[in-house]
């Protein structure tokens, strides 16, 4: 269940008694299996009673986080290994959703548009949660566990990142007009299971990401470490 991605890093398992009916095995051999996991670092026993499944993002965020705030270029980095991984995501995506997961992708969407900009063009906060979230959809739709974890991993930085997008890099109306543009030309390659044409849509709007940081470093000066 958490090699193929049923249960994913934060999730609370079952019950020794329910995981022991779902296996058709004793409750003896489940809290084997368990300590086992728990030797192994993949599952923690939670105050209250349960057991879930471990991410190590607890124990890289704070140092990720440092890192990644204390010089601009380290910002572009991450964008530049988003590129390579979210590419590879959307177009495993496009190969693999369900129609489920193609209509969670398209709920992001939607609560990205409703979350518009108003008044002066500035993003309301709860639409970097939403692209946040929509990126997460299309992970989740990849079906992969490894990409699964690797989220969990950024996921507190990736919200930072957003953010940073949403109230420094990306300022004008125009510019998030673009995201939410390039945002349904993911979902829509991905709902219509097109592979290629989902990797170009997801290239194409971090490299349009990219583009904004070199603006921004250029704009700011070779002095300026702090990304935010």
């Not at 999730?11 to 995981?19: I, V």
């Not at 995501?89 to 209509?103: G, H, I, L, Y």
């Amino acid at each position: 269940m958490i090699a193929g991605g049923t249960l994913a890093p934060g999730e609370r398992l079952p019950g020794e008694r329910a995981l022991a009916e779902q296996m058709n095995v004793s409750r003896v051999s489940v809290r084997a299996a368990l300590q086992r996991l728990k030797t192994q670092g993949f599952v923690v026993a939670v105050q209250g009673g349960g057991t879930r499944v471990v991410s190590s993002a607890a124990a890289m965020d704070d140092a990720l986080t440092a890192l990644v705030r204390s010089k601009l270029d380290n910002l572009h980095d991450l964008a530049e290994i988003r590129m390579a991984l979210e590419t590879w995501a959307a177009r495993r995506a496009a190969e693999r959703a369900t129609p489920e997961q193609v209509a969670e992708i398209g709920a992001r969407l939607a609560a990205m548009e409703s979350a518009a900009p108003r008044g002066n063009g500035r993003a309301q906060p709860d639409k970097a949660i939403e692209d946040v979230r929509f990126h997460f959809a299309v992970g989740q739709a990849a079906g992969s566990p490894v990409y699964i974890h690797i989220l969990a991993v950024i996921r507190d930085i990736l919200m930072q990142m957003l953010e940073f997008h949403r109230y420094k890099l990306f300022t004008s109306a125009e510019d998030d007009q673009t995201v939410t543009e390039h945002h349904r030309a993911i979902h829509d390659a991905i709902a219509d299971h097109a592979p290629e044409a989902a990797a170009e849509a997801m290239r194409r709007h971090l490299e349009w990401v990219l583009s904004h940081y070199a603006a921004e470093r250029e704009r700011r000066g070779p002095t300026v470490k702090r990304a935010s």
